[in-house]
């Protein structure tokens, strides 16, 4: 959804920038004062994303890993290359329903046959249904149940820009749309647990906090230290 800028447009949608990493690498941590968000990992909204949820995301990318690469090492080497799933999953699950606020604000919607469209045409590119499952997860860190709810938020992006007037190959255009999303964010008053770090609505983008009173108790791997 790793650490580039937030408003670059060179992730798996069009204007939101998403990473991937290994649940595997993530440190075990301890909490001593985080009772304002018991269980969850973030409120958006007065909505919470409950840490639960959170972790199932996590597990569904691991688990669409581990079916389509049969080779131990090879999975062992994609884990590698994705430190960090964890934060930047949350990241992503913040970031498009600040996207999505921004959309119903803007009067913006997706219909069905939108996403059906999309799909059908990215399949067309991929060579089918499968590799387009395949490509999504690789690339993006998308689990194929994933698929068509990553095309909706992708539709919304870029008609959310169109209905906005931002032309997002001009950094004209991109300052417009994200500073429709940080209205947005402002406006769902995003929270995040301490452990997850804090969310800057100027950048639209999770950032890690200063805690002292989370004690790591694992060694992190060098993979983990990108952030989103």
């Keep these: 959804m790793h650490r580039r800028d937030s408003r670059r447009t060179s992730s798996r949608r069009t204007a939101l920038v998403l990473s991937a990493a290994a649940i595997a690498a993530v440190p075990v941590l301890t909490a001593c004062g985080s009772e304002a968000h018991p269980g969850a990992a973030a409120v958006v909204g007065g909505q919470r994303i409950t840490v639960s949820q959170l972790e199932s995301r996590v597990n569904e990318v691991r688990d669409a890993q581990q079916t389509a690469i049969k080779d131990s090492a090879q999975y062992e080497q994609a884990i590698a290359k994705t430190g960090g799933l964890t934060r930047n999953t949350l990241h992503t699950m913040v970031l498009d329903r600040v996207l999505h606020r921004a959309a119903t604000d803007a009067g913006v919607t997706v219909t069905r046959k939108e996403m059906q469209s999309m799909r059908a045409g990215l399949e067309q590119q991929a060579g089918g249904a499968q590799q387009l499952e395949v ?9 194929p149940k994933r698929l068509t709810e990553s095309l909706r938020t992708e539709i919304e992006a870029q008609k959310l820009a169109t209905a906005l007037g931002a032309n997002m190959q001009t950094p004209q255009g991109k300052a417009v749309f994200w500073k429709a ?14 452990r997850y770090g804090t969310w800057d609505v100027t950048k639209n983008s999770r950032v890690d906090g200063k805690t002292p009173w989370l004690k790591q108790i694992t060694k992190e791997p060098a993979a983990e230290q990108q952030t989103a």
């Excluded at 999303?181 to 301490?194: I, M, R, W, Y």
């Design 135 to 143: 490509a999504w997860l690789q690339q993006y860190n998308i689990p």
């Design 181 to 194: 999303l940080s209205g947005a964010s402002k406006e769902l008053n995003v929270d995040l647990n301490p």
